[in-house]
């Protein structure tokens, strides 16, 4: 079956700061940011002298720790000192402050971030990232009267998932008296409803026109939707923002097949379940009760995309973690990072199935994967290591069902950020 990964972000996206970007001569916390090492970012930052460039970096960290109330509280009084000084950081705290205003799904104070920072900075924004920014506010705009969203209901709840023909996994959910297959997707930036199915559930569907892309890098024209009320089990989702796509854009077609995808319950509707464990028996567990994971591979948050902290070869590495991919792939970045080991790859032509359709292009095999993701160790073979892209991006790779799965059981805890690969006595 060819790849697939039905990976959701906005065309509008802002980049996230990579090496590549950096010039040539940096600090040490924007060396040890660029590279992702939060354990030496934190130590860093630990010794900056107390002010506003601190006090970036360390919402810089919470953000990224997804604790995001923390990073809300810290960004906007050194924001408005950066920008009164005209220090090239005030750019990277407006970027990390906007990040978490919407993944709080605070779409008013979004809003005025952005009306604030083109009237002041409109002069001195590049055309591109202007034009990006006036697409975020189209959208903040439909969704500023938006309560944040939030889980109500049971603290606990056992649903019963299920493989779908493309090797990922759905759960049956009930909107408006009409129950669809939902996809679990941790890899998607938001939930997404095809446009029959928001029809049929007669889903409030907001006017703003937005573009979204899948990981084939085909850009789709889409609606946002509101779902008041999404039941998961006992626990209730409340105002979850879906993007609704044209059903064709949702059609994916692997050798022999034809299949339709209904609805995606994206990452920001699961952090709100708090915890839970999908078992290979199809078990879908939710408690947000539970104690905090302590153990697992440690997670973080790059905008919208869940990232893991995993050891590939003995070397510290990251990893984006989606549910939604049917496969384990690896990036330019990984190419570039383990150039030793190019000797040993063979070549394919390759089709990736997604949002829109499909690419095609040549890629390199890696014949064996070791990843160390907490205790647990998995082993795949003959993973697809694409050799275009940025080769010095951070993150090397999307962790997909095969290597979720090689342990059987696997829990999320975004309270804690931890991803256990495993039973939680077995780690």
């Known amino acids: 079956m060819s790849p697939l990964s039905i990976l959701i972000l906005p065309v509008a996206a802002l980049a996230t700061q990579t090496a590549s970007s950096l010039s040539a001569t940096v600090s040490p916390v924007d060396a040890a940011l660029a590279r992702w090492d939060m354990a030496e970012a934190r130590v860093v930052a630990e010794a900056m002298p107390k002010g506003a460039d601190r006090c970036v970096v360390e919402g810089i960290i919470a953000n990224r720790d997804n604790r995001l109330d923390e990073a809300a509280r810290l960004l906007p009084p050194c924001l408005a000192i950066l920008e009164r000084t005209r220090s090239p950081r005030a750019q990277e705290a407006f970027e990390t402050l906007l990040d978490t205003y919407r993944r709080r799904g605070e779409y008013e104070r979004e809003y005025r971030l952005i009306v604030r920072w083109l009237a002041a900075h409109d002069d001195r924004t590049g055309p591109d990232k202007l034009a990006d920014l006036r697409n975020e506010l189209g959208t903040a705009a439909v969704l500023r009267d938006l309560s944040r969203p939030r889980a109500t209901g049971s603290r606990r709840a056992t649903l019963r998932s299920y493989l779908n023909v493309l090797g990922t996994r759905n759960v049956d959910l009930t909107v408006g008296g009409v129950t669809l297959p939902w996809m679990i997707d941790t890899g998607a930036n938001y939930s ?7 029809r049929r559930m007669q889903l409030t569907v907001r006017d703003a026109s937005y ?72 078990t879908f567990a939710i408690d947000r009760d539970a104690p905090l994971l302590g153990s697992g591979a440690r997670l973080y948050m790059n905008q919208l995309t869940p990232v893991a902290e995993v050891e590939i070869a003995g070397r510290k590495s990251l990893l984006s973690i989606d549910t939604g991919a049917n496969r384990t792939t690896l990036y330019a970045s990984y190419a570039a990072r383990f150039v030793d080991r190019a000797r040993l790859w063979s070549k394919k032509r390759d089709t990736s199935l997604g949002l829109g359709g499909s690419i095609e292009g040549d890629v390199a095999v890696e014949s064996q994967l070791t990843i160390g993701a907490g205790a647990a160790t998995v082993i795949e073979h003959d993973v697809a290591v694409t050799l275009d892209g940025d080769k010095a991006a951070p993150i090397l790779g999307n962790l997909g069902q095969p290597g979720l799965t090689a342990k059987g059981s696997y829990t999320f805890d975004f309270r804690s950020m931890r991803l256990l690969l495993g039973r939680e006595d077995s780690d």
């Open 192 to 198: 997404v409803v095809s446009e029959s199915a928001a």
């Open 211 to 282: 573009h979204v892309a899948g990981t084939t890098g085909h850009s789709v024209s889409t609606r946002i939707g509101v779902i008041d009320r999404l039941p998961v089990g006992g626990v209730i989702l409340r105002n979850v923002v879906a993007i609704v796509v044209p059903d064709a854009a949702l059609r994916i077609r692997p050798p022999g097949r034809d299949y339709q995808i209904e609805a995606i319950l994206g990452y920001p509707a699961l952090v709100q379940l708090g915890r839970f464990r999908i078992d290979p028996d199809g």
